[in-house]
């Protein structure tokens, strides 16, 4: 059994803004942007990874069945 869905589920509003006033605290106004910035195009990498990764299984069982179709 994971921790961590049970650690989110009890988290509210409250906790929440007390963990982003910390940040906030620890990394500064300046750095914040920064963050949010990598945040953002690590995401977007992460997305066309994933896209590509999706489009080569296609790929492959496309391939796979054409190749089992001229076999049979």
């Not at 961590?4 to 509210?12: A, N």
């Not at 914040?32 to 590509?52: D, N």
């Given at each position: 059994?994971?921790?961590?869905?049970?650690?989110?589920?009890?988290?509210?509003w409250?906790?929440?803004?007390?963990?982003?006033?910390?940040?906030?605290?620890?990394?500064?106004?300046t750095?914040?942007?920064?963050?949010?910035?990598?945040?953002?195009s690590?995401?977007?990498?992460i997305?066309?990874?994933?896209?590509?990764?999706?489009e080569?299984?296609k790929?492959?069982?496309?391939k796979?069945?054409?190749?089992?179709?001229?076999?049979?």
């Amino acid at each position: 059994m994971t921790l961590l869905p049970l650690l989110f589920q009890k988290l509210g509003w409250p906790e929440i803004l007390l963990i982003a006033g910390v940040i906030l605290l620890i990394l500064g106004p300046t750095q914040i942007p920064k963050l949010v910035k990598t945040f953002k195009s690590t995401r977007k990498e992460i997305k066309e990874a994933m896209k590509e990764d999706e489009e080569e299984k296609k790929a492959t069982v496309k391939k796979e069945e054409t190749g089992a179709a001229e076999e049979a």
